[in-house]
């Protein structure tokens, strides 16, 4: 079968609209995992066992199950304990879940890097737990940490077409869309393919910026 | 009240496939791993520029659209593949990327002096290779060669979609037919990450056992 231009023309523009919702997808998923990962990391490190153990349990689970059947758990199994969550929210909930836990792994490097005599210093001039956190160990452990943490972003994006799965109508089931209605698959797979390429590319370059402008972690 | 035993009977099937499809793509993303990461370190810039394209094209598309590729345009370029077949490919080839990044860094991180010492001593590449650097680069790999294998399981849930029966398809199965959810989506979380803890204690022992010897030298 040989490529058409005129078909290509013809579905760029569905493919764009999928390509619209999988970006907001990632930035939506992004901002859970960036939150709920620092959560994760904090709790972690927490010095209540009850807290500490089973929050890190639950990441290691999370971490060593794949996304897909997290995003069925969500999808099918949350119904039936009466959470009904539109194929959106439920992607976005599952993916953010899930990349918290690697951003989590981010953050422990990064507030493990953090000098000794800070959290000395904290305690002397008697700061709360809280103030400590907020004011002292977070603003230096995570700047070092974002060149890290937007290597993940990259990962999330190339995660989204899972999302199909679960009926939400991003690019790559825009492309399955048309190449079901028209039997046509080489040219949507193929340009879904070449949007990805493009978008990472044009993301790692952003990438090795960030690691210039921030400095990768001091070993 | 449906039969459970015999829907956890088909599940379990669905971990054989799994564990076969995830055996046989760590086996073809270690080769695809030495093959391209000692390709990017190779003299010779074409064939760095090979290794190059492949690497960055496995890594940015995802693994998602790639089995896609495989599976539903191969076949009109005349190449039609099982879809186990496919799962190995794509599952394996991109996970090989991942990994050739990881052998190229091993590699360069063992120290220039070692370089040195064997140009020194007259060895040939491969006498060089095979007995000086790799037995010190290996050791490093490992704990992400883990890493990556664990990836590769997780991937291979993705299969599903392309109607090969593993784990997740079977699960999928169990719903359709009996309405539950619960029942069928916890037990493969169980199962997958009771795998994944296997790859995690498989990877530990091998870690013993290969830095065995290397004691001091780092």
Redo the contacts between chains.
Sequence with gaps: ?DWDWNFVAEITPALLQGLKLTLLITVLSALVAAVLGLVFAIARRSENRLIARPVSFFVE?I????????L??IF??L??AGILLPPLVAGVIGMGLHYATYTAEVYRAGIENVARGQWEAARATNLTTRQTWVHVIIPQAVPPMIPALANYLIALF?????LS?ITVLEM?NQA?LV?NSSYR??EP??L??VF??AI??IS?VILRWLEQRFGRLAK | MPDWSGYLTLILHGALVTAQLTVMGCALALVAAFVAGLARLAPVAPVRWLATVYIEFFRGTSIFVQLFWVYFVLPFAGITLSPLLAGVLALGLNVGAYGAEVVRGAILSVPKDQYEATIALNLTRFARMRHVILPQALPLMLPTFGNNAIELLKATAVVSLISLSDMTFQAQVVRAQTGSTLFPFLTILILYFAMAMLITYGIRLLERRMTRGLDGVR
């Excluded at chain 1, 971490?63 to 997290?70: A, E, I, K, S, Y």
């Excluded at chain 1, 190339?158 to 899972?162: F, S, V």
């Design positions: 079968m689970f971490r060593g199950t794949p996304l897909l059947v997290q069925y758990f099918y199994v119904p039936g190339k995660e989204t077409p899972l799965a790559m399955k190449a698959y080489i797979m193929t879904v393919g990805f390429l990472s590319l790692v």
